[in-house]
T-cell receptor, first 111, second 115 residues
Framework: DARVTQTPRHKVTEMGQEVTMRCQPI?????VFWYRQTMMQGLELLAY????????DSGMPKDRFSAEMPDATLATLKIQPSEPRDSAVYFC?????????FGQGTRLTVV | AQSVTQLDSQVPVFEEAPVELRCNYS??????LFWYVQYPNQGLQLLLK??????LVKGINGFEAEFNKSQTSFHLRKPSVHISDTAEYFC?????????????FGQGTILTVHP
């Protein structure tokens, strides 16, 4: 959806490296979610923000994952250090209680 | 807490046949219900949503869904499918309370339309 731009689209990295995924929501959507999709677990909510404030990151492994929203048009999800089990597609989603718009996702492969 | 169960992981069907993808939900508060479609290597696209009002909701690509509060169901239907409908379909719920704004997804149903 044009409301959400995610970069990079694909990322291959070695175990132990830091990975940063970016999401640029169009102004006007004040809620940003990070979801992870895997074959085994389906779509899992990792964290979400409203008006740039973190509301819930209980789905995120705290020891290696961090999510921030430094301004209204940029959200980041970092993994440090990355592990093979982090291989998945990570989606940024913007919207609210009655609508949600997905980015194209970042396909992460950790080898 | 809210949850979504999609009762079929895979649904094969022949072209031009009708199809129903089943979804049940649970929630302790009022909910909003959604169906999304995902084509390979893409994000999810909204097919339709139920917010309030008429329990029969029409969406894009000829899909419709019926909200049944007593059975806590939101099944997706299409009277005649096309090859291009082959994709994965996700039912989702969002609601108020402590879950405000959070979308909870089912595990997905892979619809395969055969010629």
């Amino acid at each position: 959806d044009a409301r959400v731009t995610q970069t990079p689209r694909h990322k291959v990295t070695e175990m132990g490296q830091e990975v940063t995924m970016r999401c640029q929501p169009i102004l006007g959507h004040n809620t940003v979610f990070w979801y992870r999709q895997t074959m085994m677990q389906g779509l899992e909510l990792l964290a979400y923000f409203r008006n740039r404030a973190p509301l819930d990151d209980s789905g995120m492994p705290k020891d290696r994952f961090s999510a921030e929203m430094p301004d209204a048009t940029l959200a980041t999800l970092k993994i440090q250090p990355s592990e093979p089990r982090d291989s998945a597609v990570y989606f940024c989603v913007v919207g609210g209680i009655t609508e949600a718009f997905f980015g194209q996702g970042t396909r992460l492969t950790v080898v | 807490a809210q949850s979504v169960t999609q009762l079929d992981s895979q649904v094969p069907v022949f072209e031009e046949a009708p199809v129903e993808l089943r979804c049940n939900y649970s929630s302790s508060v009022s909910v909003y219900l959604f169906w999304y479609v995902q084509y390979p290597n893409q994000g999810l696209q909204l097919l339709l949503k139920y917010l309030s009002g008429s329990t029969l909701v029409k969406g894009i690509n000829g899909f419709e869904a019926e909200f049944n509060k007593s059975q806590t169901s939101f099944h997706l239907r299409k009277p005649s499918v096309h090859i291009s409908d082959t994709a994965e379909y996700f039912c989702a719920v969002s609601g108020g309370g402590t879950s405000y704004g959070k979308l909870t997804f089912g595990q997905g149903t892979i619809l395969t339309v055969h010629p």
